[in-house]
């Protein structure tokens, strides 16, 4: 009952956004790895 944050087997809205948009501010975690490294590159 009631999907937790960041469940991708009870909604499928929440990782989609995790992986959608490269957020700056570090929300999903290793989106903000990837931003510093394609700044690098």
């Not at 999907?3 to 570090?26: F, R, W």
Request: charged share 15%; proline share 17%.
């Amino acid at each position: 009952m009631g999907e937790p944050k960041g469940s991708p087997v009870g909604d499928p809205v929440t990782p989609t956004l995790y992986v959608s948009p490269p957020n700056p501010i570090g929300v999903g975690g290793g989106d903000k790895q990837n931003n510093h490294r394609r700044a690098s590159l």
